[in-house]
């Protein structure tokens, strides 16, 4: 679900929610205001309803609540608690007694009274109307009705006198107005609130099948199309690394300070201890490891090159895995090469860039920021390496720099880093002393500490020359004929010079290690004295402690006395020239 969508999503629920509490008031509203007109009228309510009853002679609330006997009241009819006396001679005199009797009944003469034309009974017709006789007061359910005679055809007529008392109409416009306004307003908000609900209702069965889209169950082939998105595996693949580092960590982070001080050392001080181990199965299954580096910038980081799986048809060739200290299950990043990658090197100056020598004889360059493939390669053709590539070293500054690369053929190049389509330099080493062809085979390549000009080769043969890059005072470019390091009988798989630390300079001295199981120590002739007759130049010491070949040897990049040396059984050996030369401290 995108970001987009579910802000939508939240946007629509809040107004959900909105809505229904607005719904919510308005029937606590309506419940309050119903309470209310159960509860009674207001005061001013009910003070207008006995200003009413007064005006039209209906009872009061305060005669219909007191005591005493009353007649029910009739529509036309006074109140029989007082005494009214009508026009006419059929007048009715009611009295408090509930009897009623004519007018004439209390005047003196019997007969009847000759009718007297009035303007307010002009168009009454004069009825006969017979008194109503109440007997004794006894436990007996009466009713009483008043039937107009059958001979006489009554039309009965009233006018606002006779009815009631005159009382002004437009306060009772005003009021049925009012009240009308009033009704047509109710009316109308009732209307808008169904309106309203029905608004409700339909946007809540919406949102409720939107979301129901939403989190709907995926398909399979849905699953599969988002599990092979490459945003999905980067993003799987980039947010794993970090849990893997996390988890790696090999920090105590509950060890506590204030125990164990008391106790002894390390039981494995005075020995090597295996840190940790780089492997997966998936990318080092039937590969060969070919060379190894350590990055310059980033110490936790290291990169190791890999032959071809014979097994694997589908898989590239040659394989370049970088490891993080932290990250012991994968690598951090994978690359790949169309041939065996021979010799692997982290660029000094760059630490996003990493160098890659070739069983063709071609030389990649790949990028971290950049996918599994070199960002740029040299051609397959004559102007480069077309033999395998065993060695390289990258000499210079900052600012100018250079990567230097040997092959079998003898052949070494000088390349810029930003252009490998063709080597800025080219240099062929040839030896005439030799019997069928005079090129060298350079198996292994290195530069003295603050030289950029000379350096040594290790060669198929097991000698080891000294060449230069240029004409220098005494020595011409290419390989140095005379100077011949001579003392393996066999290939030489490494060269190492003496790193320049500490107070003394041991820059002339270096190692070399070689398929015939031996070590040597050697010290390089001066550069200011070159030989001009064949001259073989032994070895200072031999190490014949090992039992297979010797495929590399390194210095101690701090500790002046101390190497390591690592051979084909699989034995890392350590050594230490102050303690003892004829055997490893550690194995």
């Known amino acids: ?47 207008l309803d006995d200003l009413v009853n007064i005006l039209v002679g209906s009872p009061s609330r305060g005669s219909r609540e007191s005591g005493g006997d009353r007649s029910p009241s009739i529509p036309g009819t006074p109140s029989m608690g007082n005494t009214i006396g009508l026009p006419g001679p059929s007048a009715l005199s009611m009295s408090g007694s509930g009897r009623a009797s004519r007018q004439s009944d209390f005047s003196a003469s019997v007969g009847p009274l000759p009718t007297q034309p009035s303007s307010a009974t002009d168009h009454v017709i004069e009825r006969v109307l017979t008194p109503r006789i109440y007997g004794d007061l006894i436990d007996v359910e009466q ?56 608004e409700l209702e339909e946007e809540s069965v919406k949102l409720d099948i939107e979301i129901e889209q939403e989190i709907r169950e995926l398909s399979e082939e849905e699953r599969a199309g988002i599990l092979a998105a490459p945003e999905f595996i980067d993003f799987v693949e980039q947010s794993s690394k970090i849990v893997q580092r996390a988890l790696n960590d090999g920090y105590d982070y509950i060890r506590d300070y204030t125990i164990g001080a008391e106790s002894g050392g390390d039981d494995s001080e005075g020995r090597v201890k295996r840190v940790c181990e780089f492997y997966d199965e998936r990318y080092g299954k039937n590969r060969s490891i070919t060379d190894v580096d350590w990055s310059p910038k980033y110490l936790e980081l290291s990169v190791a090159s890999y032959n071809k799986n014979p097994a694997a048809l589908n898989e590239p060739d040659g394989i370049v895995a970088v490891w993080n200290l932290h990250l012991l299950e994968r690598p951090e990043f994978i690359f790949h090469s169309q041939s065996d990658v021979l010799s692997v090197t982290f ?15 071609q030389i990649l360059l790949w990028d971290t920021r950049s996918k599994h493939l070199p960002v740029l390669k040299t051609p397959l053709s004559a102007a480069g390496h077309t033999h395998p590539v065993y060695a390289m070293q990258m000499v210079g500054t900052q600012n100018a720099h250079n990567l230097i ?9 000088s390349w810029l880093v930003d252009m490998l389509a063709q080597p800025q330099e080219t240099l062929e080493l040839i030896h005439a002393g030799h019997n069928k062809t005079g090129e060298v085979a350079i198996t292994t390549l290195d530069f003295p500490d603050n030289e950029t000009t000379t350096f040594w080769v290790g060669t198929e043969e097991g000698s080891v020359y000294q060449a230069n890059r240029y004409d220098r005072a005494g020595a011409k470019a290419g390989l140095n004929q005379y100077d011949v390091y001579k003392g393996h009988a066999g290939p030489v798989m490494s060269l190492h010079f003496h790193p320049l630390i500490g107070p003394v300079d041991f820059s002339d001295l270096f190692l070399t290690s070689s398929a015939d199981w031996t070590v040597k120590l050697w010290r390089a002739k001066s550069l200011a004295k070159p030989s001009t007759t064949p001259h073989a130049i032994p070895p200072l010491y031999s190490f014949d402690e090992a039992d297979d070949y010797v495929y590399d040897v390194k210095w101690h990049p701090a500790h002046p006395a101390v190497f390591g040396t690592v051979d084909g059984s699989g034995h890392f050996d350590l050594w230490n020239l102050n303690t003892d030369t004829e055997a490893c401290i550690a194995n």
């Open 1 to 47: 679900m995108s970001d987009k969508r579910r802000a939508e999503i939240e946007a629509k629920r809040a107004k959900l929610a909105e809505l229904r509490k607005a719904r919510a008031d308005r029937l606590k509203a309506d419940t309050e205001r119903r309470t209310t007109e159960i509860a009674g009228p207001t005061p001013a309510r009910r003070d």
């Open 143 to 198: 009713e009483l009705f008043e039937l107009p005679r059958k001979d006489t055809q009554e039309r009965v007529s009233y006018n606002k006198e006779v009815q009631t008392t005159a009382i002004e109409t437009e306060r009772s416009d005003e009021y049925e107005d009012d009240l009308r306004q009033r009704i047509l307003k109710e009316h109308d908000i009732e209307k808008e609130r169904l309106v309203r609900e029905k």
């Open 347 to 361: 660029s000094p100056f760059h630490s996003n860039l990493i160098f890659g020598g070739t069983y063709s004889g």
């Open 405 to 413: 690369t040997s092959s079998t053929d003898g052949t070494v190049c």
